[in-house]
């Protein structure tokens, strides 16, 4: 249905598809589609409202990454189960019903798997998964399922109104380290042409395999596992009302890489 759609245009090769809240619930299921509710630049400006439950992003995707309400905490979402990992660390399975003000997901389909033998740093592993990736690809979704050296973890203070922005909630950010843990990296790679709609580059959460340990990663060294990656060649963004599709590419990505460190490694 046409108004469903509010705003429909290529980035580069990315066709991108903002919908109503309403054209979310229609969109059908398909593959090599990245599925997002709410926009970074929402976010960035304390926007840490937003009027999608996690069933209904979970419906269209089954891995990904994000928060939930009030930025309590990292979201993982692995094999159709949502994860939140608190500021204190603790991971905890999210409720269907929480709804979310910035997720993006997929209905994950590989085009590439391999086995991979480190150990890579940070910077190395970001190469490995580009080297891996299909060129062509202007979004890919990425899994490694692996051995871990030295996480670097992150996670934010669930907020309260009235909301500060992200760049004041992450000055307080909790940090912490892993020294060894085997688990799944899960993010994704989006192109600079949509910073401000997306974190441009790699975006990447992990959760250990005993589920105790997760949250956004600063860094990590990966000793080995496997390596897979879906292309997605289209982004399909549900707006709440009163938010835009904005400007993407023209957001500050300077700003992006200082609230989501570690980010800008190379390849992106
Ligand atoms: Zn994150």
Same mark, same amino acid.
């Given at each position: 249905?046409?108004?469903?759609?509010?705003?429909?245009?290529f980035i580069g090769?990315?066709?991108?598809?903002?919908?109503?809240?309403a054209g979310f619930?229609?969109?059908?299921?398909?593959?090599?589609?990245?599925?997002?509710?709410?926009?970074?630049?929402?976010?960035?400006?304390?926007?840490?409202?937003?009027?999608?439950?996690?069933?209904?992003?979970?419906?269209?995707?089954?891995?990904?990454?994000?928060?939930?309400?009030?930025?309590?905490?990292?979201?993982?979402?692995?094999?159709?189960?949502?994860?939140?990992?608190?500021?204190?660390?603790?991971?905890?399975?999210?409720?269907?019903?929480?709804?979310?003000?910035?997720?993006?997901?997929?209905?994950?389909?590989?085009?590439?798997?391999?086995?991979?033998?480190?150990?890579?740093?940070?910077?190395?592993?970001?190469?490995?998964?580009?080297?891996?990736?299909?060129?062509?690809?202007?979004?890919?979704?990425? %899994? *490694?399922? !692996?051995?871990?050296?030295?996480?670097? =973890?992150?996670?934010?203070?669930?907020?309260?109104? $009235?909301?500060?922005? #992200?760049?004041?909630?992450?000055?307080?950010?909790?940090?912490?380290?892993?020294?060894?843990?085997?688990?799944?990296?899960?993010?994704?790679?989006?192109?600079?042409?949509?910073?401000?709609?997306?974190?441009?580059?790699?975006?990447?959460?992990?959760?250990?395999?005993?589920? %105790? *340990?997760? !949250?956004?990663?600063?860094?990590?060294? =990966?000793?080995?596992?496997?390596?897979?990656?879906? $292309?997605?060649?289209? #982004?399909?963004v549900e707006l709440?009302?009163?938010?835009?599709?904005?400007?993407?590419?023209?957001?500050?990505?300077?700003?992006?890489?200082?609230?989501?460190?570690?980010?800008?490694?190379?390849?992106?």
């Amino acid at each position: 249905m046409a108004r469903d759609i509010i705003d429909d245009r290529f980035i580069g090769a990315l066709h991108v598809r903002a919908l109503t809240r309403a054209g979310f619930d229609h969109d059908p299921v398909t593959e090599h589609t990245a599925i997002q509710a709410g926009t970074l630049e929402a976010l960035m400006a304390g926007g840490y409202e937003g009027d999608t439950t996690l069933d209904e992003v979970l419906r269209l995707g089954d891995l990904g990454i994000g928060t939930i309400q009030q930025l309590d905490g990292e979201l993982v979402i692995l094999d159709g189960t949502a994860w939140s990992v608190g500021s204190d660390g603790m991971v905890r399975e999210v409720d269907g019903s929480t709804l979310t003000p910035f997720a993006v997901v997929t209905n994950f389909a590989p085009d590439v798997i391999r086995t991979v033998e480190g150990p890579f740093s940070f910077g190395q592993l970001a190469q490995v998964v580009d080297d891996a990736a299909p060129p062509d690809a202007p979004v890919i979704a990425i %899994r *490694i399922d !692996g051995e871990f050296a030295d996480l670097s =973890l992150r996670s934010v203070e669930k907020q309260e109104p $009235p909301y500060k922005p #992200l760049r004041e909630v992450v000055a307080h950010q909790t940090e912490w380290s892993v020294a060894y843990a085997t688990g799944t990296l899960v993010g994704f790679r989006f192109p600079d042409a949509t910073a401000g709609l997306e974190v441009p580059g790699y975006h990447l959460h992990f959760l250990s395999d005993d589920r %105790r *340990i997760g !949250g956004h990663v600063m860094a990590a060294t =990966l000793l080995g596992g496997r390596l897979a990656i879906d $292309p997605c060649d289209e #982004l399909h963004v549900e707006l709440p009302d009163g938010i835009g599709l904005g400007t993407p590419g023209s957001a500050d990505r300077a700003e992006i890489a200082r609230l989501e460190g570690g980010t800008d490694s190379a390849g992106s």
